[in-house]
């Protein structure tokens, strides 16, 4: 089975294209920040078939590292291509509640996707390898950009309806706003 490594990494002295030379595995998305990543940081996704994590080079510090599962999406191993924003959202919550999360973000995506006045499509669901009791879910939409992903603050009732469901099972969220980087 395939791994999902998430990764935030600290760039040491070159830029954040450079993060592409500077691992020994596939990096299935790579990106900078908007908003919420320092300057010299970088979110990096790698996809291996092992379950250790890469080696990086010198250039690179690494500040945090997680192995995830996909659940509802990605739905394939493709990479992430398309220009706009792209928001992580980190989900705390119990590991009891993590189907469910699922489920709810499943249904509420229905409708979500579809909206009039926005383009947006959640590219990815992961879920910890190995949940502990407290666990950090991570939420990977893409956005045409910022005016889209401010009028999906305002989607379809029933895709609402779902959302704040979901929301309730969080102790906590926050979103960090990036920009994809590509080699």
């Known amino acids: 089975m395939k ?8 760039m040491k002295s070159i830029g ?11 990096i299935w998305g790579a990106w900078e ?5 320092a300057s010299n940081e970088v979110f990096a996704i790698t996809l291996s078939e092992i379950d250790e994590p890469g080696s990086w080079s010198e250039k690179v510090e690494v500040l945090s590292e997680e192995a995830l599962l996909p659940t509802a999406r990605p739905a394939s ?3 992430p291509i ?7 959202r980190s989900m705390h919550t119990v590991s009891e509640h993590v189907e469910e999360i699922v489920q709810l973000s499943e249904q509420a995506w229905r409708t979500f996707e579809t909206g009039d006045n926005y383009v947006a499509e959640p590219v990815g ?6 949940p502990d009791d407290n666990c950090v879910m991570w939420l990977l939409t893409w956005y045409d950009g910022f005016e889209s ?10 895709a609402k309806d779902a959302f704040i469901k979901r929301h309730s099972l969080l102790t906590a969220t926050s979103a ?5 980087l590509k080699p």
């Open 16 to 26: 954040p294209k450079a993060i592409f030379d500077c691992i020994d595995e596939p």
């Open 176 to 180: 960090i706003a990036t920009r994809l």
């Open 82 to 88: 398309r220009d706009g924003l792209y928001v992580f």
């Open 3 to 10: 791994v999902f490594r998430k990764y935030r990494v600290r």
């Open 149 to 158: 992903w401010q009028r999906s603050r305002s989607p379809h009732p029933d």
């Open 77 to 79: 191993t493709d990479r």
């Open 125 to 130: 669901l992961f879920k910890p390898e190995s």
């Open 33 to 37: 920040g908007l908003f919420g990543l």
